[in-house]
Every structure is written in structure tokens, then in C-alpha cells.
């Protein structure tokens, strides 16, 4: 059942019907000592949805918006949906809107995943597949003189190239 990737802590699931957000801690399933990210399910004016995974404490610090302006969403006009009912189960948590049967955005446990419906009709899948993946932190190599030109290059020398590959 569970795809090397991530799972939603099922007891780690809030659900805030005031602002129409969903939080859960992402769990790591290939390594589980990892601490689970937390996650942020926003549903939005328009039939938006925003998803966020963030980080509880860096170790480096991330690249978030500094002001609002700078965000994707314009904040004057982020507000949340209006007419949504959400349910809690016990695999997945369920949020319509727009009436009966109109829209629909379903948050899925295990693998961790987003499907949004339109008139029963999927139009958006978020780790369909349950494989998404982040990459770790990895510091930038000094270099030096003559290999400075080249290394700022991305180089690709094909999928088997021993600097791609690990252990």
C-alpha cells in the first residue's frame, strides 16, 4: 500500500473549518527517524488550493516570500472559499464545495496525496503516483581558476554519470 515517499501521521491531521486549512506533519517512509515535515492544505477563493511544506526548525535557512507582495497569491485577494464542508475519515480528509457534487478536494494519508474534482471529474492530482521526494541539502564545492568557468555550467553527461549516482 505504501509508496516509497511520503504518508500523512493520520493523529497529526487538524482541520481549521474558521479558515479552511488543513495542517498534517509529513512523514518520511523510507526513513522515518527524519522529523516529519509540516503541511499546510489551504482552500482558496476561485477553487484554489495552496499546498505548503515547510520545515519546522532549518538547519539552512529557506527561501520563503519576505513581504506579502512578494508572494505568488496576491494577498488582496486570497480569501478563503466560501460554502465548504469538510470531512475527517480515517484515510483521507474530504472538502466540497460549490454546492452538491459541484467541487471537490480530497487529501489522502498514505501515500500522502492531493486530488481535486470538478463535477466528478479529476483536474488536479498532487503526487499521484506517490513518489515525491525532497532533495537534501547540499553545500556548493569551492572551486577555483580554470574550473570555475565550467563548473558553473550543469554538466549532464547522461543518467549514469558516477557524480549523479550515490553509494
Known amino acids: 500500500k505504501t ?14 473549518e474558521a479558515t479552511l486549512k488543513v495542517y498534517g ?21 476561485n477553487a484554489t488550493v495552496r499546498v505548503q511544506v515547510t520545515e519546522d526548525s532549518p538547519l539552512f535557512p529557506r527561501w520563503e516570500a519576505a513581504t506579502p507582495s512578494a508572494d505568488v497569491l496576491v494577498p ?16 483521507s480528509v474530504k472538502a466540497n464545495f460549490g454546492g452538491e457534487g ?5 487529501v489522502f494519508y498514505d501515500p500522502f496525496r492531493v486530488t481535486a474534482r470538478l463535477q466528478g471529474k479529476p483536474v488536479m492530482s498532487l503526487n499521484d ?7 537534501a541539502y547540499r553545500p556548493k564545492e569551492a572551486v577555483s581558476g580554470k574550473d570555475q568557468c565550467a563548473s558553473s555550467l550543469y554538466m549532464f553527461d547522461g543518467p549514469h554519470n558516477s557524480k549523479y549516482l550515490s553509494g
Open 129 to 135: 503516483l506517490g513518489l515525491m521526494n525532497f532533495e
Open 102 to 106: 459541484w467541487g471537490e478536494v480530497e
Open 25 to 45: 506533519k509529513l512523514e518520511n517512509v523510507k526513513y522515518s527517524s527524519q522529523k516529519p515535515l509540516p503541511v499546510t492544505i489551504s482552500l482558496l477563493n
Open 76 to 91: 488582496e485577494t486570497i480569501q478563503a472559499m466560501s460554502g465548504v464542508t469538510i470531512t475527517k475519515g480515517s484515510d
Open 3 to 16: 509508496a516509497p515517499g511520503y504518508r500523512i501521521l493520520p493523529e497529526s491531521v487538524v482541520v481549521d
